[in-house]
């Protein structure tokens, strides 16, 4: 849960900052080489909306097991990636990642590497608690005199031949 609120608080705050500074992320976005013009300016889009979406998500809802913010949060953090490393690796000069739009602007480096690969780390360990529980077992279902069958409660003889149907018994 504090995990989620830390990620939720950060990917608003970038979502924000990119927003904010919306006119300098397409320019911001072409340094790394692989978009320029309107691709940058969709890819910005992109970036705020996921960002925004996942981090009120994890904001509004913190204990939340729904696994579409983590889906969410994990491409936005793929994208970043795959941006930073590539530039990296090409020797590309990006003198302002991006992450807060035109705010607390940092050169790409080791460092946002490191920062990226943490998110995906971090992705890793929403996804392992996203996943659901395991699936009640037939004991589980029965209560008292009452049996569950998988769509309604029944009691007395219908309990009886549910249990015996379904094989409880």
């Known amino acids: 849960m504090v995990l989620r609120i830390v990620l939720g608080t950060v990917y608003t705050a970038m979502g924000v900052g990119q927003l904010a500074s919306f006119g300098h992320m397409p320019r911001i976005l072409s340094a790394y080489g692989l978009v320029t013009g309107s691709?940058?300016?969709?890819?910005a889009?992109?970036?705020?909306?996921?960002?925004?979406?996942c981090g009120i998500w994890f904001l509004a809802r913190p204990r939340s097991k729904a696994p579409a913010p983590v889906w969410v949060y994990t491409a936005v953090s793929v994208v970043w990636g795959v941006l930073a490393?590539?530039?990296?690796?090409?020797?590309l000069a990006v003198a302002n990642?991006?992450?807060?739009g035109i705010y607390l602007a940092q050169r790409l480096s080791w460092f946002v590497l490191?920062?990226?690969?943490?998110?995906?780390?971090?992705?890793?360990?929403l996804f392992r608690s996203a996943r659901p529980g395991?699936?009640?077992?037939?004991?589980?279902?029965?209560?008292?005199?009452?049996?569950?069958?998988?769509?309604h409660w029944c009691g007395g003889q219908a309990a009886s031949a549910v249990s015996y149907?379904?094989?409880?018994r």
Request: glycine share 8%; aromatic share 8%; proline share 3%.
């Open 45 to 53: 889009v992109v970036l705020i909306a996921g960002e925004l979406v």
């Open 97 to 100: 990642c991006g992450c807060f």
């Open 165 to 168: 149907s379904a094989g409880l």
């Open 114 to 125: 490191l920062q990226d690969a943490l998110t995906l780390l971090y992705a890793a360990v």
């Open 39 to 43: 691709a940058a300016t969709v890819l």
């Open 85 to 91: 490393v590539q530039a990296y690796a090409r020797g």
């Open 134 to 151: 395991p699936a009640p077992s037939h004991a589980d279902r029965e209560v008292s005199l009452f049996r569950f069958d998988g769509h």
